[in-house]
């Protein structure tokens, strides 16, 4: 198994700015990804994060919007773009050791509020 | 395409009462299914699965049945504990992909 943790837990901003949400795996994986949970709906995957290249998008999901980063196998951001009240989510990241499992591994979430 | 149906929360059990939180889905082909719990202040933890027609995935006394004929996962639990506290997620994987679709979340409250 692998544990996730995510910073900040928490934030509130204010409408224009960014945010970015860090991920980090207590152990190396091969693939990571990210999901939105707005108020009230389920989970959403936004995008795969691929280390080394660009990250893989949803549709209805944009890199200009979410530019994403994996670095190396243990960490991985999102960035939330000139952010607007309508991005106010949870953003969850998640790990799997290898493709095609179907185990998934969670982060704790982080709670976007935008004014 | 795919979608998971889950019944709306909160549910509100005295301790050791009986526990049914309903799902149902639509998938092409013949997906894995999936009972995730988020505990206040942590992540989703993979809670059971089940991966064929007629499975049953448990763990820490729930259980769920994978029943093609009626496309449904129903997550039970005999005698639910403080404990069992969360929110409840039902979700599916298909095509041998990463991606899951989940259910909008049931929230569990369980009191003395």
């Known amino acids: 198994s692998a544990v996730i943790s995510q910073k900040p837990s928490r934030d509130i901003c204010q409408r224009g700015t960014s945010l970015t949400i860090q991920c980090q795996v207590d152990s190396q994986v091969t693939m990571m990804f990210w999901y939105r949970q707005q108020p009230g709906q389920s989970l959403t995957l936004i995008a795969t994060a691929n280390q080394g290249s660009e990250a893989t998008y949803e549709s209805g999901f944009v890199i200009d919007k979410f530019p994403i980063s994996r670095p190396n196998l243990t960490f991985s951001t999102l960035t939330v773009s000139n952010m607007s009240p309508e991005d106010s989510s949870i953003y969850l990241c998640?790990?799997?050791?290898?493709?095609?499992?179907?185990?998934?591994?969670f982060g704790p979430g982080t709670r976007l509020t935008v004014l | 395409g795919n979608s998971v149906t889950q019944m709306e929360g909160p549910v509100t059990l005295s301790e050791e009462a009986f526990l049914t939180i309903n799902c149902t889905y639509t998938a092409t082909g013949y997906p894995s299914l999936f009972w995730y719990v988020q505990y206040p202040g942590e992540g989703l933890q993979l809670l059971l699965k089940a991966t064929k027609a007629d499975d049953k995935g448990s763990n820490k006394g729930f259980e769920a049945t994978y029943r093609k004929e009626t496309t449904s996962f129903h997550l039970e639990k005999g005698s639910v504990q403080v404990s069992d506290s969360a929110v409840y997620f039902c979700a599916l994987l298909t095509g041998g992909g990463n991606k899951l679709t989940f259910g909008t979340g049931t929230q569990l409250k369980v009191e003395l």
């Open positions: 998640s790990a799997a050791d290898r493709p095609h499992t179907d185990t998934q591994y």
